[in-house]
């Protein structure tokens, strides 16, 4: 019984071994990109909140997918284990998307436009729901759930990587205007 179970994950394992690895990476990227934004953000103290606001979940989304890769790499005896725990993970990051858009509303120093509520609340909110769905449908239909818990796991990879580059190129910016004011004073 043990074969039947583990072989819809079986079939997955290179796929997790990569998503894994990428999300690790660009989980240490981020640690170094946070510290080269501290250097400009005590020029530009007034982005605080938004820093807060827009960065930190970029890395909770990698993390998340690495965790959703190391969960379905495990040999759980039966799947409902996995299902269980990925479920877990979907609420856990809705409610994080809750407290994400809670932040990004209190801020001041940014005004959010659509493509900001797209990419850093609803996008990532559609990751977490499809693990749930996921979680849900994985004792039943394991092929299928696979195929959506996979497209959950590459959206929150892209939504990271995008986000990430995102901030980074809008504190540039802010930061060479704020300089170049400063020169022209």
């Known amino acids: 019984m043990h074969e039947a179970v583990a ?3 079986v079939a997955w394992q290179n796929f997790y071994v990569i998503i894994g690895t990428a999300a690790a990476t660009l989980t240490g990227l981020m640690f ?9 953000q005590r020029q ?37 284990y996995a299902g269980l725990l990925l479920g877990l993970c979907g609420i856990g990051g809705m409610i994080y998307i809750f407290i994400v858009i809670r932040r990004t509303r209190r801020q001041t120093s940014y005004q959010p436009v659509l493509e900001d509520w797209l990419w ?7 990751s977490y729901v499809a693990f749930v769905v996921s979680a849900v ?7 299928l759930a696979l195929f959506i818990i996979a497209a959950g796991m ?9 986000n990430a580059w995102d901030n980074v190129t809008y ?3 802010e930061y060479v205007v704020s300089n170049n ?5």
């Open 7 to 9: 072989s819809p994950l």
């Open 154 to 162: 590459v959206m929150l990879l892209f939504i990271g990587i995008h």
């Open 44 to 80: 530009l103290s007034s982005l605080n909140d938004g820093v807060a606001a827009f960065s930190t979940p970029s890395v909770v989304h990698f993390c998340v997918s690495l965790l959703v890769a190391a969960l379905l790499s495990a040999p759980w005896p039966e799947l409902w």
């Open 120 to 126: 850093h609340t609803i996008l990532p909110l559609c």
């Open 137 to 143: 449908m994985l004792a039943t239909d394991a092929p």
């Open 32 to 40: 170094v990109v946070v510290t080269v934004i501290a250097g400009v």
């Open 181 to 185: 004011a400063r020169r022209d004073q």
């Open 171 to 173: 504190l540039i910016v």
